[in-house]
């Protein structure tokens, strides 16, 4: 029973005990398991006859499950077509018509040595049977436990043999691994495998997605680190040229200020030594004419005063 079931019975049914075996929800070990996977293209009708002809020609009795009705009845008329004789047991079927195909079925004349059924047919039926075939894989791992269970039983000798369609090829694979490494098949179905997938899928998408992650981050980091001595070099450049910039002006002003200084150091020096020496001249010619002027009157007055006295 699976761990849900087993703590609903341990509630209602406090102390009860429970007994194990470590070959539960395993392979059968006289029972030898085949899967014939099959590719779109092949006719799964000639499939099956080709698995069951060698196997009636040995006086085997087979089962032939199926998941359906319709599926079943299919079967049914395709081997009838083809002169094998086959009785049915499925839900359709009534009761008193069932048993007797059973009893047909399990008898030594070998009329009817191939019975075509559904899962009904599973559980609860005490038969002997050489060979089980699954036209129709099973939806879980616990039914193809419970078809198998057909043969093989008490320690005889089994054949199980599985026709695997693309839509069925996860489920069988993961069963088939199981029991290659003789594991429990309980917890196998192709909604817990489509959940695991589904997971894993997750899973790598989300490494594949921090590993571009990662990528694009070391690639930004190159660009970057590729682009910083350029940027370093545009901005020395800027930098210098700035400064190339700001300096002419100032040499050209400190050209046009030393002009200046110069045109007005000239003009202070030309003017003052033209007028001192102009205004030497100025100040020689008024002094000479000053002196010249006194002179005279002085002379004028010594002949004034030399004429009165003499007068």
């Known amino acids: 029973m699976t761990k849900a079931v087993q703590k609903l019975v341990d509630e209602e049914f406090q102390g009860i005990g429970h007994l194990r075996t ?26 099956l006859l080709q698995v069951l002809e060698p196997s009636l020609a040995k006086g085997n009795r087979v089962m032939v499950f199926c998941n359906t009705l319709n599926s079943s009845r299919a079967v049914d008329h395709f081997l009838n077509e083809n002169q094998i004789s086959t009785v049915n047991y499925h839900g359709e079927v009534p009761a008193e018509q069932r048993v007797e195909n059973l009893e047909r079925f399990k008898s030594n004349d070998g009329d009817c040595p191939t019975l075509v059924c559904t899962d009904l047919a599973a559980r609860g039926l005490d038969l002997d049977v050489d060979h089980v075939i699954m036209f129709d894989f099973p939806l879980n791992s616990i039914d193809y436990l419970h078809r198998t269970g057909r043969t093989a039983r008490m320690g005889a000798k089994g054949k199980v043999t599985s026709l695997v369609a693309k839509k069925n090829l996860i489920l069988a694979t993961r069963i088939e691994e199981a029991i290659m490494k003789n594991e429990s098949l309980e917890s196998l179905s192709v909604d817990s495998i489509k959940r695991d997938l589904a997971r894993s899928h997750i899973n790598e998408q989300k490494e594949r997605n921090a590993k571009m992650v990662r990528v694009s981050s070391l690639k930004n980091k190159d660009k970057a680190a590729s682009k910083s001595p350029a940027r370093s070099k545009a901005i020395v450049t800027r930098k ?7 300096k002419a002006p100032a040499i050209s002003k400190a050209k046009v ?6 045109s007005r150091t000239s003009s202070r020096g030309s003017t003052p030594r033209g007028t001192t020496s102009s205004g030497k001249k100025q100040s020689g010619s008024r002094n000479s004419g000053v002196t010249r002027s006194t002179s005279k009157l002085n002379v004028v007055g010594f002949r004034g005063r030399s004429s009165v006295k003499a007068g």
């Open 22 to 47: 470590s070959t539960l929800h395993k392979k059968i070990a006289s029972a030898r398991h085949d899967f014939i996977k099959l590719s779109g293209s092949e006719n799964k009708l000639e499939a």
């Open 240 to 246: 210098t040229s700035a400064a190339k910039s700001s």
């Open 257 to 262: 200020i030393k002009v200046l200084k110069t």
